[in-house]
């Protein structure tokens, strides 16, 4: 929609199915290879569920062009090394050999892997030659999904492992919530640095950017459990609602 690319059906199809393939993927690899045998009935429904959505990226990826194959391999790498344990273990600071456990990574692999498959892939997979406007919504889109992150993070200072190195872990739960906003202003203001300015969508940059605010500042350890994993995880939704409604 920004870049007023025609409605590409392959792009959206593959995003979807890679999606859903790829989070179950992570979510769920843990639980099964260790309990492969005695699977419970919601967990075996899950497997049955992701390896549809499997076969149909399959189909969808044959149909992306030439170009978006090599692109969406690197992306498809770093989902599978995020759970698989190929890695060497030198560079892991416990003995888990996964991207997911390397200090202080996760969060940067979540937002590279977004921003590459929703800013980029789209324009590449469609001929269209990367700007200066392009690169700037790279870099608000990763910094949004960075922010977005954050109360997930704090949320689980109870559970998470030390030497996961999060940023709330690093520097504090006050700290975190001002890199965010820090963060947040350089997303919105951005906005300016491109030649073409859609005042309907830098107004709702802007409603965006407030709301994820808000969420960032009320987050904390003990927070309600829809809190990020329905309402945070709803924004990019809201985001494209209000995006369908006025521009």
């Known amino acids: 929609m920004e870049f007023n690319i025609p409605y590409d059906e392959n792009v959206l199809y593959f995003v979807f199915f890679s999606t859903i393939t790829g989070y179950n993927f992570v979510k769920y690899f843990g639980l099964a290879k260790f309990h ?7 967990l075996k429904a899950i497997q049955v569920f992701s390896l549809l959505c499997f076969l149909a990226l399959c189909y969808y990826v044959l149909k992306l062009e030439k170009q978006s194959l090599i692109y969406v391999s690197v992306f498809g790498a770093m989902t599978f090394l995020y759970a698989i344990p190929l890695i060497p273990k030198k560079i892991f600071l416990d003995n888990q050999q996964n991207l997911r456990s390397i200090s202080g990574l996760k969060i940067y692999i979540i937002a590279l892997v977004w921003t590459g498959v929703t800013v980029f892939l789209p324009l590449i997979n469609n001929g269209y030659s990367i700007s200066e406007d392009i690169i700037f919504t790279g870099i608000q889109r990763f910094l949004l999904v960075l922010v ?18 999060t940023i709330p872990q690093k520097i504090g739960v006050k700290q975190t919530k001002i890199v965010g906003v820090l963060l947040l202003f350089v997303f919105y203001f951005l906005n300016y640095f491109k030649d073409d300015i859609d005042t309907c969508r830098l107004m709702i940059n802007g409603v965006i ?8 500042v009320f987050a904390n350890k003990n927070q309600n459990e829809y809190y990020s994993s329905f309402w945070v995880e709803s924004i990019p939704i809201g985001w494209l609602v209000l995006l369908l409604l006025f521009c």
């Open 209 to 216: 950017t407030a709301i994820t605010l808000l969420f960032l």
């Open 148 to 165: 977005l992150m954050l109360p997930f993070e704090i949320r689980d200072l109870h559970y998470d492992s030390l030497k996961l190195a």
């Open 36 to 42: 492969h045998r005695s699977l419970a009935g919601w």
